[in-house]
């Protein structure tokens, strides 16, 4: 799409729509936008080349028959829902099938395709005179590009990083046909001409998630994937990989969400009369939005405990799909609380009961986890530790130096009490994660799994030892809560359930866990630069995603990284692609980058998005 043809989308009001746009972020992204207006000046770029073989490849894809269009789909909030999320009515959810709409849709998807013909040569010398506007912002503090890198065995280049992208939220819908409901695909021909568009401009696959208030929907251990298997048979067609995650958390009632997906109903109607089921603020506010850890081990739900179903659920998941692995399947990824990420609730934007940059608040009032937290108490001699968490920790909006508990200096953060709860808070996250990803494990690694090679190595007298895995990785997501990093205490980390503060690597229980299940980590914010960020929140997502890279390669796991907003700006993708290959011979690098998110939006900045994708397929 030309610039004019951008500039004529404005004018139309085509271009962003309720929910949509550079505002329609993810969680506690939200406010970033508004301190760019000095930190960035992105112009376009000098176009890159298509190959030949490419350009005709999108040629006959650009005269696909018309068909049901692309699903609208903003970058969505991943902060938490609050109480309203599922007892309250939500807003009506989006009908199917709007022919106008529809055909509007799959005009603009067409020109995407059409666009990756008349992308001009590549020029270097254009590329060094371009008259791109100044940032007040510096660049990131490593050390120069280096001659050589190892990862490729060359000299002065490193390879690729395969590009990602998440599907909409909404792909998997549940109807209603005679009287009886079934998943289905949305707009199944729009989507197959989008992934074979993705594939075209040089996407390697992409991230759907599957959800459990979808495919466990009529019962417990009542299964349905058909949509799915639909899924992946059209990915599979378009040469494309799917990152399935295991979402087994609600979507809806959050920023930019075009959808709403409960958990399963007979797991609410359990809820309904046991909410300490769910996770539990200071002040008793329940969150629906996935189920407390601190009933991982209580068989409340027929018979079962949370980790036996979501066991249940991996495990029939694999059953079904195993042939897959490897080819199509290459990783599943295994939700482990709020948006799918290895947390607690602790930032709740979706019900407005936290905005960014707020310390947050503990989530540990449930019955479940203030039993549990009397027990740890008990055993260390200090009963009174155990009665509640802390008193002096403020509320959702205070900030650090606001309480008596993240203070900087003096705070009970430092005291032996706070490393008591802090300990047992971020413990019991880590053993939540060891508890589900164990089994997990012990699912991709049963006999009849595909396995790929893996390693070899030389025994004694000689003979060799081959090392084989499971040919579909097993991963999971982390947040980037990258406020309050500058600060002695980390407020948000800590309570988002990270103790990770100024002398103190709370991330070294999760990366060894990894180790050890040979597990892969997607990590949030890898487009974001520190100046974009208000001075007050004190935040850094520069030097929070690269202690988790160092981090990661110390321990040896494979390290993904994901857009925390869906922004086509020339700095955001210069940060990613910085993120993603180094900059440095000590700054490590991304196995891979996982773009949020397709739709709307990302093919109205296609030729962004294109140059965006060829950076990331050449080597560096």
Request: glycine share 10%.
């Given at each position: 799409?030309?610039?004019?043809?951008?500039?004529?989308?404005?004018?139309?009001?085509?271009?962003?729509?309720p929910?949509?746009?550079?505002?329609?972020?993810?969680?506690?992204?939200?406010?970033?936008?508004?301190?760019?207006?000095?930190?960035?000046?992105?112009?376009?770029?000098?176009?890159?080349?298509?190959?030949r073989?490419?350009?005709?490849?999108?040629?006959r894809?650009?005269?696909?028959?018309?068909?049901?269009?692309?699903?609208?789909?903003?970058?969505a909030?991943?902060?938490?829902?609050?109480?309203?999320?599922?007892?309250?009515?939500?807003?009506?959810?989006?009908?199917?099938?709007?022919?106008e709409?529809?055909?509007?849709?799959e005009?603009?998807?067409?020109?995407?395709?059409?666009?990756?013909?008349?992308?001009?040569?590549f020029d270097?010398?254009?590329?060094?005179?371009?008259?791109?506007?100044?940032?007040?912002?510096?660049?990131?503090?490593?050390?120069?590009?280096?001659?050589?890198?190892?990862?490729?065995?060359?000299?002065?280049?490193?390879?690729?990083?395969?590009?990602?992208?998440?599907l909409?939220?909404?792909?998997?819908?549940?109807?209603?046909?005679?009287?009886?409901k079934v998943?289905?695909?949305?707009?199944?021909?729009?989507?197959?001409?989008?992934?074979?568009?993705?594939?075209?401009?040089?996407?390697?696959g992409?991230?759907?998630?599957?959800?459990?208030?979808?495919v466990?929907?009529?019962?417990?251990?009542?299964?349905?994937?058909?949509?799915?298997?639909?899924?992946?048979?059209?990915?599979?067609?378009?040469?494309?990989?799917?990152?399935?995650?295991?979402?087994?958390?609600?979507?809806?009632?959050?920023?930019?969400?075009?959808?709403k997906?409960?958990?399963?109903?007979?797991?609410?109607?359990?809820?309904d009369?046991?909410?300490?089921?769910?996770?539990?603020?200071?002040?008793?506010?329940r969150?629906?939005?996935?189920?407390?850890l601190?009933?991982?081990?209580?068989?409340?739900?027929?018979?079962?405990?949370?980790?036996?179903?979501?066991?249940?659920?991996?495990e029939?998941?694999?059953?079904?799909?195993h042939?897959?692995?490897?080819t199509?399947?290459?990783?599943?990824t295994?939700?482990?609380?709020?948006?799918?990420?290895l947390?607690?609730?602790?930032?709740?934007e979706?019900?407005?009961?936290?905005?960014?940059?707020?310390?947050?608040?503990?989530?540990?009032?449930?019955?479940y986890?203030l039993?549990?937290?009397?027990?740890?108490?008990?055993?260390?001699?200090?009963?009174?530790?155990?009665l509640?968490?802390?008193?002096?920790?403020g509320?959702?909006?205070?900030?650090?130096?606001?309480?008596?508990?993240f203070?900087?200096?003096?705070?009970?953060?430092?005291?032996p009490?706070?490393?008591?709860?802090?300990?047992?808070?971020?413990?019991?996250?880590?053993?939540?994660?060891?508890?589900?990803?164990?089994?997990a494990?012990?699912?991709?690694?049963?006999?009849?799994?595909?396995?790929?090679?893996?390693?070899?190595?030389?025994?004694?007298g000689?003979?060799?030892?081959?090392?084989?895995?499971?040919?579909?990785?097993?991963?999971?997501?982390?947040?980037?809560?990258?406020?309050w990093?500058?600060?002695r205490?980390?407020a948000?980390?800590?309570?988002?359930?990270?103790?990770?503060?100024?002398?103190?690597?709370?991330?070294?229980?999760?990366?060894?866990?990894?180790?050890?299940l040979d597990g892969?980590?997607?990590?949030?914010?890898?487009?974001?630069?520190?100046?974009?960020?208000?001075?007050?929140?004190?935040?850094?997502?520069?030097?929070l995603?690269?202690?988790?890279?160092?981090?990661?390669?110390?321990?040896?796991?494979?390290?993904?990284?994901?857009?925390?907003l869906?922004?086509?700006?020339?700095?955001?993708?210069?940060?990613?692609?910085?993120?993603?290959?180094g900059?440095?011979?000590?700054?490590?690098?991304?196995?891979?980058v996982?773009?949020?998110?397709?739709?709307?939006?990302?093919?109205?900045?296609w030729?962004?998005?294109?140059?965006?994708?060829?950076?990331?397929?050449?080597?560096?």
């Amino acid at each position: 799409m030309s610039g004019s043809s951008l500039r004529a989308g404005f004018a139309r009001g085509t271009m962003q729509r309720p929910g949509q746009g550079p505002h329609s972020l993810r969680g506690p992204c939200r406010e970033l936008l508004a301190n760019r207006s000095g930190c960035q000046g992105s112009l376009p770029r000098a176009p890159l080349p298509v190959p030949r073989r490419l350009a005709e490849s999108a040629a006959r894809y650009a005269i696909a028959p018309p068909s049901a269009g692309l699903t609208a789909e903003a970058a969505a909030s991943r902060a938490s829902q609050g109480d309203n999320l599922l007892g309250q009515p939500g807003p009506s959810l989006p009908t199917l099938g709007d022919p106008e709409e529809d055909l509007e849709k799959e005009h603009r998807l067409i020109k995407a395709n059409r666009s990756l013909l008349n992308i001009a040569t590549f020029d270097e010398s254009a590329e060094a005179a371009s008259t791109e506007s100044p940032s007040r912002c510096e660049p990131s503090p490593l050390e120069p590009q280096p001659e050589a890198s190892s990862s490729s065995g060359g000299l002065g280049v490193t390879q690729g990083c395969p590009v990602y992208v998440m599907l909409p939220l909404d792909t998997v819908w549940v109807l209603e046909r005679d009287g009886k409901k079934v998943s289905v695909l949305k707009k199944e021909r729009s989507l197959e001409i989008a992934l074979h568009t993705l594939k075209q401009a040089g996407v390697e696959g992409v991230m759907v998630d599957v959800w459990w208030g979808i495919v466990e929907r009529a019962g417990p251990r009542q299964f349905d994937f058909s949509a799915y298997a639909a899924l992946f048979k059209k990915v599979a067609r378009a040469g494309l990989k799917v990152q399935a995650v295991m979402s087994f958390h609600a979507a809806g009632g959050n920023v930019g969400d075009t959808c709403k997906i409960p958990l399963p109903k007979w797991v609410l109607e359990i809820g309904d009369t046991n909410p300490d089921i769910y996770y539990t603020d200071k002040s008793g506010h329940r969150n629906r939005e996935c189920l407390s850890l601190g009933c991982d081990e209580e068989p409340l739900f027929w018979g079962r405990t949370p980790v036996d179903m979501y066991h249940d659920l991996i495990e029939a998941f694999t059953e079904q799909f195993h042939p897959l692995f490897g080819t199509v399947l290459t990783e599943i990824t295994v939700g482990l609380g709020p948006a799918g990420e290895l947390r607690y609730p602790a930032y709740p934007e979706g019900d407005g009961r936290w905005r960014f940059p707020g310390v947050g608040e503990f989530q540990c009032y449930d019955k479940y986890m203030l039993a549990d937290l009397k027990r740890a108490a008990d055993a260390v001699g200090h009963p009174e530790w155990g009665l509640s968490g802390p008193h002096d920790a403020g509320h959702y909006n205070s900030s650090s130096w606001e309480t008596g508990f993240f203070v900087s200096d003096g705070g009970s953060w430092a005291s032996p009490y706070g490393h008591f709860f802090l300990s047992w808070y971020s413990g019991l996250l880590a053993k939540h994660a060891q508890r589900v990803l164990t089994r997990a494990s012990d699912i991709l690694n049963g006999a009849g799994r595909p396995r790929r090679f893996k390693a070899a190595r030389e025994a004694v007298g000689g003979h060799m030892i081959y090392e084989f895995e499971p040919a579909c990785k097993l991963g999971i997501k982390l947040a980037g809560v990258h406020w309050w990093f500058k600060s002695r205490a980390h407020a948000a980390e800590l309570t988002a359930g990270y103790y990770n503060t100024h002398n103190r690597d709370g991330y070294d229980p999760i990366m060894s866990l990894l180790s050890r299940l040979d597990g892969r980590l997607s990590f949030t914010c890898v487009e974001m630069r520190d100046c974009e960020h208000p001075p007050a929140g004190r935040c850094s997502p520069q030097a929070l995603l690269q202690h988790i890279i160092e981090s990661a390669e110390a321990y040896g796991v494979p390290l993904a990284g994901e857009n925390a907003l869906q922004r086509y700006d020339d700095y955001a993708f210069d940060r990613i692609a910085d993120s993603a290959f180094g900059r440095s011979a000590r700054s490590g690098r991304l196995e891979q980058v996982t773009f949020l998110r397709m739709g709307d939006l990302m093919f109205d900045n296609w030729d962004a998005f294109s140059r965006f994708l060829k950076r990331m397929r050449t080597t560096q």
